[in-house]
């Protein structure tokens, strides 16, 4: 299981950017938990939008399986900063 982050290359303050989340053996209605350094954002789909970015936030996002079968049910994604 992993996920991979798809994100603009430039972002501007104050842009509405948004991030989207790719995934392999999530099962048919994984979940994603999103986060901005360490706060939870609220967003449970793949998709996540802000345009409260700051220099040197971090964002990554946790995906929470349905598959069966899996000796791991979650996965966090890369770090992007």
Do not use: R
Not at 3 to 12: K, S, W, Y
Not at 49 to 76: G, P, R, W
């Amino acid at each position: 299981m992993f996920i991979l982050l798809h994100l603009p290359l430039d972002i501007c303050t104050g842009e509405v950017v948004t991030f989207n989340a790719s995934q392999e053996n999530g099962g048919i209605a994984p979940s994603y938990i999103w986060y901005i350094n360490e706060d939870l954002q609220f967003e449970l789909n793949g998709s996540f939008s802000t345009s409260h970015l700051d220099n040197d936030d971090l964002v990554y996002c946790v995906m929470e399986s349905n598959e069966v079968c899996l000796t791991k049910s979650a996965d966090t994604s890369e770090i992007v900063k």
